[in-house]
């Protein structure tokens, strides 16, 4: 067998109960067609060898004691449907291979044959296989393609949402840190368990971490591990998330809000690879991609001192923009009917359809909590509806807007003309998160897991935010009684 046999490795097997017939016709295919030929004197030895040798085309008798072709045939449509067949016949069973050309064989001749008839048939017999089995490739590659769009939760087909699933798959292979940054409630974390997914390390599981929702002593400790006596109550040694994630993903949500002192480790495990444990003076190291989010314009935290530039530049080696729902409006009505169908299926809710007011109301509104707000409106009303169609009424977004503040924006804004730019925005930021988180405690009448499940976060992350802001629960829940 030659080397050009090898590389295209053009398989045939031989099935006939006569063993001068089957030296005959290897001989014919090796010497002549340079094909690889393996033989079988009957279909059960015929189906052994496939199984551990997959050919392309099989040449098999009709007639063979035990198992005939007809049997053996079906057996190699249920094995390979891309596998071709050509039949040999000999005197009495033309009638039998007519019918197994009407049932898929692709062709046969009769014994004794020419040379260059069976070269002729067998040359054409493999350009089939090839078609099929490239058509079989085609077709696993779309769904796997389907599956994992699917699975990586991007919903649209908009040109921001297309640029930003491009970006992702290019960045996938490499171990870049990677900067994902965008409005709240565009899908940030998304991305992150996309880009994971599509990566080499998505074998073992991402590891996420809520910045904003641990104490700085807690964050550190979480992150980097501890030993045993490292602090009070620390009572036996603790991996780190870090080291959790060695060989896998790592996504530091919301890194902006992570204090300067945990900063600087921070620094050093993308600069050096490597953690070191409160309470151990020795460093290990570990092989991590660091996948980063922020919603907060980090340059101004620079300017204030919040935050280090050189960890700035660690993390922004690439940066991946989340676009907001505004951007990509034509997506809006795909992303409604996904919701819809996800919270119908969910809530056994099979029948529930919007109204056509509640359907123009879900398209033209400004989502300034993005993909967010509207998962979560859309979840609500199909929790909540009682009929078969979703009202206007269901959607409770008049009834969001009155619980807000009367509006004295005109004014308000005219107030931040004298601050600069950062103070302005920081005021503006402070304002509006006071406003959302006293809505949502409001609607869910101080049920602060209901709220914070409406608000798309963990329910330590919302309390952090309602002591950082000095909003009592108790005034919410006294309205309730």
């Not at 014919?28 to 059960?44: F, H, M, N, P, T």
């Not at 048939?121 to 994992?148: C, D, G, I, N, P």
Request: glycine share 6%.
């Amino acid at each position: 067998m030659n080397e050009q046999t090898k590389d295209t490795s053009r398989r045939v097997l031989i099935v006939d109960d006569e063993p001068d017939m089957q030296v005959l016709l290897a001989k014919i295919l090796v010497k002549k067609g340079g094909y690889e030929v393996r033989q079988a004197d009957s279909g059960g030895r015929g189906l052994d060898i496939i199984h551990t040798w997959l050919p392309d085309v099989v040449l098999t008798d009709v007639k063979m004691p035990g198992m005939d072709g007809v049997e053996f045939f079906g057996r190699l449509q249920a094995i390979d449907p891309a596998m071709t067949t050509i039949i040999m016949t000999g005197y009495g069973t033309v009638e039998m291979a007519v019918r197994m050309l009407k049932n898929g064989v692709y062709d046969f001749f009769e014994k004794p044959f020419d040379n260059d008839q069976i070269l002729h048939a067998v040359a054409r017999a493999m350009e089939r296989t090839e078609l099929l089995r490239e058509k079989q490739k085609f077709e696993e590659l779309r769904h796997q393609l389907s599956v994992s769009n699917e699975s990586y939760g991007f919903i649209g087909n908009s040109p921001r949402l297309l640029q930003v699933r491009d970006l992702l798959q290019r960045l996938a292979p490499s171990s870049m840190t990677v900067l994902i940054r965008g409005e709240s409630g565009t899908g940030k974390e998304l991305a992150a368990k996309a880009l994971h997914a599509m990566s080499s390390r998505a074998g073992r599981p991402m590891v996420t971490v809520n910045c904003p929702a641990l104490p700085e002593h807690i964050l550190e400790s979480e992150l980097f591990g501890y030993c045993k006596g490292a602090f009070t109550g620390a009572d036996r040694d603790k991996e780190g998330l870090f080291v959790e994630a060695n060989h896998s993903t790592i996504l530091l949500d919301e890194i902006a809000d992570i204090p300067v002192s945990i900063q600087t480790k921070l620094l050093r495990v993308l600069q050096e690879k490597e953690i070191q444990p409160l309470g151990q003076t020795k460093t290990s190291k570990v092989d991590v991609r660091v996948v980063a989010s922020t919603n907060q314009d980090i340059e101004a935290k620079i300017a204030r001192g919040e935050f280090r530039e050189d960890l700035f530049y660690r993390l922004n080696v690439m940066t991946v923009t989340m676009p907001s729902l505004e951007e990509i409006r034509t997506d809006i009505p795909l992303l409604i009917h996904h919701f819809l169908k996800k919270y119908r299926r969910e809530y056994d809710r099979p029948e529930l359809e919007f109204s056509e007011k509640a359907l123009q109301l879900l398209l033209h509104r400004q989502w300034r909590g993005n993909v967010r707000e509207l998962q979560n409106t859309i979840n609500r009303a199909v929790l909540l509806c009682t009929g078969k169609w979703i009202e206007k009424k269901d959607l409770m977004l008049e009834a969001q807007a009155q619980t807000a503040e009367p509006n004295k924006t005109g004014n308000y804004f005219e107030q931040l003309q004298d601050l600069d730019y950062a103070g302005a925005k920081e005021a503006v930021l402070k304002k509006f998160t006071e406003s959302y988180l006293r809505s949502a405690i409001c609607r869910s009448q101080g049920n602060i897991s209901v709220a914070a499940k409406s608000c798309g976060m963990e329910r330590q992350a919302l309390q952090r935010l309602l002591r950082r802001y000095r909003i009592s629960v108790a005034e919410f829940r006294s309205k309730k009684e």
